[in-house]
């Protein structure tokens, strides 16, 4: 198959080079994120391979479709960005990465977390400057603090286990509850209990119509002063404009995010000589409080060789015509 891999950067392709080697099909990299008005280089291929910010929407599958896609392969888990109904009107079938590496999420939350709470990215700059003060470097004890999971499916359930090791209680939020959970100790509460028990929460549920911004005005006003809240799953599970007002009334005592609800034209990219008009992450940016990484939490060697590995066993197995156990419908 004639497959158009998009939004590539040299790691993804070094990645793909490595481990497609045996492969009968041929790759084709595009930098470039797939959307309606990049569609168009499909022409002549078979399959498109995405990642979390192409944006395959009801336009672009028209498009895909007319130029003979027939598969579309997310190198992710969430599939928020494909029009899931558009595609399967068009019969073009969907495979994802459903779970890679739940340690590198949770880790990474962790990293957030620590972070905030311990401002080690503020003591190695003072200390780099000759600057040995500890004045405004307090942190607190995770030990014996309560932590809230909202969505415990695999990256959650790796959470909770790293954050019981740190002894913190946990309560958590799930559509499903998890009986290994409850007997690793976690406690299933109601949403607005979490968000009123939690010292920290941390949200690890997919993006749908019943999570988008399920951190507003209204769930911020109901969690304890000083809340810390850790973002590491789909940028529009926190209302950004609420989330700032939160901090600015300091209600929201700490915000570590590795998604932005805007990062589409952000993230992945070198800024660092443009003039960035986003408002609203300029504000983020500006408390001492908040944390913001670039949607690396997935960025680990070990999960990079599994999304391409996997992403290259569900093109494989659509090209032969098996199962596609990693469908998404
Ligand atoms: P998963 O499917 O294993 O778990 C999701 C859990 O959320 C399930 O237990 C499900 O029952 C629960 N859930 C569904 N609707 C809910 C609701 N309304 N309220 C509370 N819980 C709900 O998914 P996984 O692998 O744990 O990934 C979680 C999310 O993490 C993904 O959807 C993705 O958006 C994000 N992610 C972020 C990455 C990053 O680099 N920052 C990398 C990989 C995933």
Do not use: W
């Amino acid at each position: 198959m004639e497959i158009a891999v998009f939004s590539t950067k040299p790691y993804d392709q070094a990645y793909f080079e490595k481990y497609a080697q045996d492969q009968a099909h041929e790759f084709s990299f595009f930098e470039t994120s797939l959307n309606r008005h990049t569609a168009n280089l499909t022409i002549d291929f078979d399959a498109v391979v995405v990642f979390v910010n192409d944006s395959v929407d009801k336009a672009t599958i028209e498009i895909l479709s007319t130029n003979g896609i027939q598969l579309i392969a997310l190198r992710c888990a969430g599939f928020n960005n494909v029009d899931v109904e558009a595609a399967q009107k068009k019969n073009i079938k969907i495979v994802r990465v459903p779970a890679y590496s739940p340690e590198a999420v949770a880790e990474h939350a962790v990293a957030l977390i620590l972070t905030l709470n311990r401002k080690t990215h503020k003591a190695y700059n003072r200390v780099r400057e000759g600057n040995f003060s500890l004045n405004g470097l307090m942190g607190f004890n995770l030990h014996g603090k309560t932590v809230g999971v909202i969505g415990t499916g695999t990256i959650g359930a790796t959470f909770c286990r790293v954050m019981k090791g740190f002894g913190c209680n946990l309560v958590a939020f799930d559509v499903q509850e998890s009986a290994e959970l409850k007997e690793l100790g976690v406690t299933f509460l109601s949403l607005n209990e979490v968000f009123k028990q939690a010292d920290i929460i941390s949200l690890h549920c997919p993006l749908n119509e019943q999570t988008q911004h399920l951190i507003n005005k209204k769930s911020i006003a109901m969690m304890k002063d000083g809340v810390m809240i850790i973002n590491t799953s789909r940028g529009a599970l926190v209302d950004t404009e609420d989330a700032i007002n939160g901090l600015s009334s300091k209600k929201i005592g700490y915000l570590g995010i590795d998604v932005y609800e805007q990062e589409e034209n952000l993230f992945y990219q070198d800024l660092s000589e443009s003039i960035i008009q986003d408002d609203l992450l300029l504000r983020l940016n500006s408390f001492p409080n908040v944390l913001i990484t670039s949607h690396q939490a997935y960025f680990t060697k070990e999960a990079m060789k599994e999304i391409t590995t996997t992403t290259l066993v569900n093109i494989d197995a659509f090209s032969k015509g098996q199962e596609l156990e990693n469908e998404v419908k």
